[in-house]
């Protein structure tokens, strides 16, 4: 069988599955021509991250195709009950890069929270020249520890992001329609453990009480999880994460309140626009950037590769 993976496949991943005999097709097919290859080399898995899309003319024009898998969690690039109408498999891997994902969302508080995203551009151009300036321009940092963190989403990214506030000695409150109660297990180096159970509450709550809110939503068809009304129930000098998706929230009225400092800086790893992000959001001083990377972890990878392997050799019962 030829499995073709579009957006590249972590070596473990080709490993494992060439070890079961497949043909494995690393090479990157623009869009445009993706459904003449699929048809040429009649490949039956397509496996992609989030720049192929696979929507129903894809699906229609390549009738080879019995596996469909996405290396990662949201599966938003991919017509997912169309293709199961189709009787096509379609796979994710939603629990391999919870654990980076997380961890990114920490590396933007504790940029933020210390003017990293700052003065990390500032250093470089003035810091031989203006050094004093800068030290007392960055000296109001303020600690996590103690604050309270605000959970927008509690599945499996979120719940990540709980183990790691709790670890730092913060409170957690957490909003989620569809989770009344998460409970928290914290392991340690030495197998012991603790259980913290999390109760959710409405969103309203979290926004107002909150010192920081990070979100872990899938897309909004209607409207954003986070636009002026809820910017405005906020605490004054609170932050917003986003490493969830794009277009969750309002980006002009966030810029707005970061001018305003009604919030103090938002860390942002999705854009509305990807991936021509808005000038205003990519040059804003209170805002810490990353390139949509909060899966991209050697880890993470390794971990996404093994798991489509074993998904793709229980499917077709390959032992």
């Known amino acids: 069988m030829k499995i073709l993976a579009n957006d590249g496949l972590d070596r ?37 991250r989030s720049a192929t899309t696979v929507r129903k003319e894809l699906i229609d024009a390549c009738p080879t195709l019995e596996i469909i898998g996405r290396g990662g969690v949201g599966m938003d690039n991919i017509d997912v009950d169309y293709a199961r109408s189709k009787n096509i498999h379609v796979i994710n891997t939603p629990a391999a890069s919870s654990e980076s994902v997380a961890e990114l969302v920490f590396a933007h508080l504790f940029s933020g929270v210390r003017f990293l995203h700052d003065s990390n551009r500032k250093m470089p151009l003035v810091g031989d020249t203006n050094f004093s300036q800068l030290k007392k321009s960055y000296e109001r940092g303020i600690e996590l520890r103690g ?6 989403g509690m599945g499996r990214i979120g719940q990540e ?26 392991t340690f180096y030495n197998n012991q453990f603790i259980n913290v159970d999390i109760e959710t509450e409405p969103l309203d709550g979290v926004l107002q009480h909150a010192d920081f809110i990070t979100l872990h939503v899938p897309s909004q068809e209607n409207g954003y999880v ?40 938002a860390g942002l790893d999705v854009f509305a626009n990807e991936p021509v992000p808005a000038k205003n959001i990519l040059s804003h ?33 390959i032992q």
Do not use: W, Y
Request: charged share 20%.
């Open 147 to 152: 604050k309270t963190i605000g959970i927008i």
């Open 226 to 265: 986070i636009g002026e009304r809820e910017i405005a129930l906020m605490k004054d000098g609170a932050a917003i994460i986003n490493c969830s998706r794009g277009g969750v929230i309002d980006e002009e009225a966030l810029v707005s309140a970061l001018d305003a400092g009604k919030i103090s800086f």
């Open 12 to 48: 473990s991943g080709v490993e494992a599955l060439t070890q079961k005999g497949f043909d494995v097709i690393t090479t990157n097919i623009p869009q445009e021509f993706l459904a003449d290859f699929i048809n040429e080399h009649r490949i039956r898995t397509l496996l992609v």
């Open 285 to 317: 001083p209170k805002i810490s950037l990353t390139p949509h990377t909060g899966a991209s972890t050697l880890e993470a990878q390794d971990r996404i590769g093994l798991s489509l392997a074993a998904q793709i050799c229980s499917i077709l019962q």
């Open 161 to 186: 992001v709980a183990k790691i506030a709790l670890g730092l000695g913060m409170r957690v409150i957490a909003a989620d329609s569809n989770v009344g109660r998460a409970s928290i297990k914290l």
